[in-house]
């Protein structure tokens, strides 16, 4: 996230085919050196995954782990689906960089509705990470109450971002949608990362340190005393 993812999302291009019942959530986390990591979770509603056959299909261990397996750059690291009422899917993967995951996502071109394309602009110590939406065309009317959310980490200092639900402490951004709005708006989500230069952080160290030693001195520094 994540929000943000893989060739799975070939499995939920094939939901979205036959119907909109769904929900999608994201949890993602991205490292200075572009590389991260992602926790996607699909909701379907057990009569959808009942009545089809194909979703059964697209959703068993195997067809994801051959997904996998056929992509170079982007791991499952685990995957699992409960028997609950509403079934869901839960995916754990790795990405070696944001180039590696957009590549994935193109060799499954109905994932880029949810899972979008990215874009990386480096300026200086800066580094904007863009994230467009809706990039693929549904197969079928979407509904209305379906949601996809994204929560993304940043390893970093976030000196910018259009969310509105931004955690400066804890440095990571959320986004919520109607599934509706990312097929007819194509949201971006844009972030700007400040990753200071190693001199800066030596200078800044070195005033640190020399702040700290004259205040000392000026604290504990004992007068000299003059005997008559």
């Not at 001199?199 to 003059?226: M, R």
């Amino acid at each position: 996230m994540l929000h943000r993812l893989s060739s799975v999302i070939a499995a939920l291009a094939a939901t979205m085919m036959l119907s909109s019942c769904l929900d999608y959530e994201e949890d993602m986390v991205i490292y200075k050196d572009l590389s991260g990591e992602a926790v996607v979770t699909i909701s379907l509603p057990d009569a959808l995954v009942s009545k089809y056959d194909p979703i059964q299909a697209e959703f068993s261990s195997a067809k994801i782990q051959k997904r996998f397996a056929d992509l170079d750059g982007v791991t499952l690291e685990s995957y699992e689906v409960s028997a609950d009422r509403k079934p869901v899917a839960k995916l754990k993967l790795k990405f070696k960089s944001i180039e590696k995951l957009n590549e994935a996502i193109a060799k499954n071109a109905p994932a880029a509705i949810v899972a979008g394309v990215f874009t990386v602009k480096k300026e200086g110590d800066k580094t904007t990470i863009e994230r467009k939406l809706g990039q693929g065309e549904p197969k079928a009317e979407l509904g209305d109450f379906n949601y996809v959310q994204y929560k993304t980490h940043f390893e970093g200092t976030i000196g910018g971002t259009n969310s509105g639900f931004y955690n400066s402490h804890g440095q990571d951004v959320r986004f919520r949608y109607k599934l509706t709005e990312v097929i007819s708006q194509k949201p971006s989500q844009v972030t700007t990362i400040i990753n200071p230069k190693p001199w800066a952080i030596i200078l800044f160290c070195i005033a640190v340190l020399a702040g700290a030693a004259f205040y000392g001195w000026k604290l504990l520094g004992k007068k000299k005393v003059v005997v008559r």
